[in-house]
């Protein structure tokens, strides 16, 4: 998969397992599940598989492909790929489950609304046998204050880090903070060595200069434009890896990836093809694991001007599409109708969950009723004699197929669509560019969300932009959003900040600032031959490879 450059919370982007019996299943914290397909068998809940049983025995290597190509840094603060989380560890533990535990720090938790305490576990050591101390804790943390770091937004509401004494780091706030602790347990909660990174400088995590580290692998050779090894920590506090070496290439073609993984000159990968199913399903070296994730498929509007910031014109479009087609065409069953911008799982071991759950449960199922979607076209005023314009990213399949879809539904309600496909750099130049999206009505993009929270995409897509909105490119502003969006933020029990989301919710829903097309699950491929990976959405920001070996 393609993806393109983001703000925290949001990665943007272009057979069920068998044996269930000897996998580990999402756990009773998981939400349920829909699906959408007549043509694949159904996936729900019970075929879910969020890790593989832990490894038994020891292997010397594993080639793992890294789909989304090779990444520009290792920096967390600067870059998500699959490689750097078995790299660094974070304060806070993320779970197959979504859930989150301890990690780096054993204890973090408010000791009153706006004081957040940090206390480091003792006895950690970074890869070069130096200790893992408070200043390093608060030195990893200010680079996230940095607005350069994709993990800026969640620490907005810092006044300052001080260090309260050698194992505690103090956080203080100018309000109460509901995203700050789920954050944690991702890569804005990486930890790195302060003396390493003050000696590194701009160079930290690139292939030069590398970075330090205390996670269960330790960087060894990048060569750039072909692989990035890393080695086994031995001295782990969590456990020594039962994989020695992994030897990370880049496979970005599907085809040919398919083919590597099905052969078995590569033993894994992350985000395989939906396309390839039957021969990732059929007779070869491993086996495909479907697991539950946050990711989903959706487009939205890119210009204030254009006919797409008339909300009756995106709950036409809405209203048009057919889901199921949708599923069983571009995703080939493996996915689900997702009602809203805002996955389930992101909640799914959440405080409050029973309230997300509910409410999300009571929003209206998608449908198709082409006789109202023209009405709706009709009544919005808008000048349709003119294309929209919708961009996609050249080169994902998914998302080509998902750029005719849109046309056809458009056509049959009275639009016009014409796709505009473009080069990655082009295309990620939409996101932080106003003048790239010149003459752009609609951008076509997956994303899924690393770490739980519920805020992390409304924020983005639905505040004004002077606090937060960075993807409102339509001047969407409804005070009653507004002012429950950051209730739901600033709240000092979960309850609390459950109904003021629910109370934005209901009003952001229906405005369709994104038309979701589908949520998906997280596809991996993994030679019959090994066990032990994390194998849901939270391998983003977990060390997915501890347990990787043999079984």
Sequence with gaps: MQRTPSARGLRLTMAIAVAAAALLAVTACAPRTANGDSTAPPVNADTLISSLPAASKTVDKVTWAVVEGEPATLDPASSANVITPNL???LLKLNPDFSVSGGVAEKAEWTDPVTFDIKIRAGLTFWDGTPVTAADVAYSL??????????????????????????????HFSAPDTTFRDALSGAGGAVMSKSFGDKAGDALGTSGVGLMCSGPYQLGAWKPGTEI???????????????????????????????ALTGGEIDGAFNVPPGSRDALTG??????????????????????TSAAANPKIRQALNLAIDRSDYISTV??????????????????????????????????????????????????????????????????????????????????????????ER???DFGALFFDASARAGVDFVATTGYLETPGVLGYPQ????????????????????????????????????????????????????????????????????????????????????????????
Excluded at 285 to 299: D, E, K, N, Q
Aim: glycine share 6%.
């Design 331 to 420: 995703v080939h069953g493996y996915g689900y109708p997702q009602k809203t911008i805002v996955p389930p799982f992101v909640w799914a071991c959440m405080d409050a969950k029973d309230v997300y759950q509910k409410a999300y449960d009571a929003l209206p199922e998608q449908e198709v009723d082409i006789a109202k979607a023209r009405t709706l076209v009709a009544e919005s005023g808008a000048d349709v004699s003119k294309p929209l314009v919708l961009a996609i990213p050249a080169g994902s399949k998914e998302l080509s197929q998902t750029a005719a879809i849109i046309q056809s539904a458009a056509k049959d309600i009275g639009l016009k669509v014409t796709i505009d």
């Design 423 to 425: 080069q990655p750099a």
């Design 142 to 171: 200010e680079r996230n204050r940095n607005p350069k770091s994709q993990w800026y937004a969640s620490f907005a509401l810092i006044q300052n880090i001080e260090i309260a004494d050698g194992n505690t780091v103090r956080v």
């Design 283 to 304: 007779k070869g070296a491993g086996r495909l694991i479907v697991g539950p994730s946050t990711a989903s498929y959706s487009f939205g509007p890119a210009s204030a």
């Design 88 to 90: 660094c560890d974070n």
């Design 229 to 259: 090894d890393v080695t086994a920590n031995t001295h782990y506090w969590d456990g020594t890896p039962k994989t020695k070496n992994i030897s990370f290439v880049f496979v970005t073609d599907g085809s040919t990836l398919t083919t």
């Design 460 to 551: 983005l897509f639905m505040l004004p932009a002077e606090i937060g909105g960075v993807f409102n490119w339509t001047n969407y502003s409804n005070p009653a959003v507004t002012s429950n969006l950051q209730a739901a933020r600033t709240a000092t029990d979960p309850k609390t900040a459950a109904e003021a989301f629910v109370k934005a919710q209901e009003t952001f829903a229906p405005d369709q600032l994104q038309i979701t097309l589908a949520g998906v699950y997280q596809l991996t491929y993994l030679s019959s031959k090994l066990t032990g990976v994390v194998t849901s959405v939270a391998m983003y920001s977990s060390p997915w490879a501890l347990k990787l070996g043999a079984k």
